[in-house]
């Protein structure tokens, strides 16, 4: 895709089967990439195999001064900042049992913390004369689904923020949207099918019109073309990569992820 060549990519949840798909598709295509996630084995991991034109750093997004942190490493390595990926989020989620605490982390991590961040880069965005931001929303944001909470609704308050944000950030010329993935083979399915894709598909494939679940660089080709110039003329809005969920309809009122773990 054309306009990401020599570009500069910060990606949160860089650590995650997503995250890591979404930073080897940006390496690939000439962008220099920062992985930032809490988790530093797998973090380092990806961040190694992409070679010198990546970076990880330690960053929680409850954090302002990590946060902080890793804009300004961003910026000493690769000399700016063009693109924000919002990607890293917490699944804390028991429904009508959750504490007050579980809300407020929830919000803590999977809205403020892209907030706060996008507030870090905003300056280095203009500097370079605009820039791209892709906040990761959900299908989980625009149906109900049996014993799920927090999720979805920080999803939803995602989507509502995206079009506020490109709103009052037009005039930087930094465009933002969002990206809803349907059932992705992810972190969370690979543990709780213990690897088992075959499953994964079995139970969420039929939720879908293509009967399976997505691929994690199908979700990183969808954010590379949010980025890219292709994408100049859209902002504000949202991209399904969802193999035609949000058209089916929802589950139904039986809970599926259980099912995963049976």
């Given at each position: 895709m054309e306009g990401l060549q020599g570009k500069?990519?910060?990606?949160?949840?860089?650590?995650?089967?997503?995250?890591?798909?979404?930073?080897?598709?940006?390496?690939?295509?000439?962008?220099?990439?920062?992985?930032?996630?809490i988790n530093d084995k797998d973090g380092q991991g990806v961040a190694s195999a992409l070679g010198k034109d990546a970076l990880f750093v330690h960053t929680d997004l409850a954090d302002d001064s990590q946060i902080a942190n890793c804009v300004e490493r961003t910026v000493a390595a690769f000399g700016g900042i063009d693109f924000l990926v919002n990607l890293a989020c917490v699944y804390i989620d028991d429904a009508l049992n959750a504490s007050r605490k579980d809300w407020l982390d929830s919000?803590?991590?999977?809205?403020?913390?892209?907030v706060m961040?996008?507030?870090?880069?905003?300056?280095?965005?203009?500097?370079?004369?605009?820039?791209?931001?892709?906040?990761?929303?959900?299908?989980?944001?625009?149906?109900?689904?049996?014993?799920?909470?927090?999720?979805?609704?920080?999803?939803?308050?995602?989507l509502q923020l995206t079009r506020n944000e490109a709103m009052?950030?037009?005039?930087?010329?930094?465009?933002?949207?969002?990206?809803?993935?349907?059932?992705?083979?992810?972190?969370?399915m690979d543990e709780l099918t213990h690897g088992d894709k075959a499953k994964t598909n079995r139970v969420g494939g039929p939720f879908?019109?293509?009967?399976?679940?997505?691929?994690?660089?199908?979700?990183?080709?969808?954010?590379?073309?949010?980025?890219?110039?292709?994408?100049?003329?859209?902002?504000?809005?949202?991209l399904a990569v969802d193999g035609g969920y949000s058209a089916m309809g929802p589950e139904m009122a039986a809970p599926a992820i259980p099912k995963l773990m049976e």
């Open positions: 500069v990519a910060i990606v949160t949840g860089g650590a995650t089967k997503i995250g890591a798909a979404v930073a080897q598709a940006f390496q690939r295509a000439g962008t220099k990439v920062v992985i930032a996630d919000y803590n991590v999977n809205v403020v913390g892209g961040l996008l507030k870090a880069v905003r300056p280095h965005m203009m500097k370079r004369g605009g820039g791209a931001v892709v906040n990761f929303g959900s299908i989980s944001a625009k149906v109900a689904q049996t014993g799920r909470w927090l999720y979805p609704v920080t999803k939803a308050a995602t009052d950030l037009a005039g930087d010329k930094i465009r933002v949207n969002s990206i809803s993935p349907g059932w992705t083979w992810s972190r969370v879908h019109l293509l009967g399976r679940v997505g691929e994690p660089e199908e979700v990183a080709q969808g954010v590379l073309f949010l980025c890219s110039s292709h994408a100049s003329f859209i902002t504000g809005t949202d």
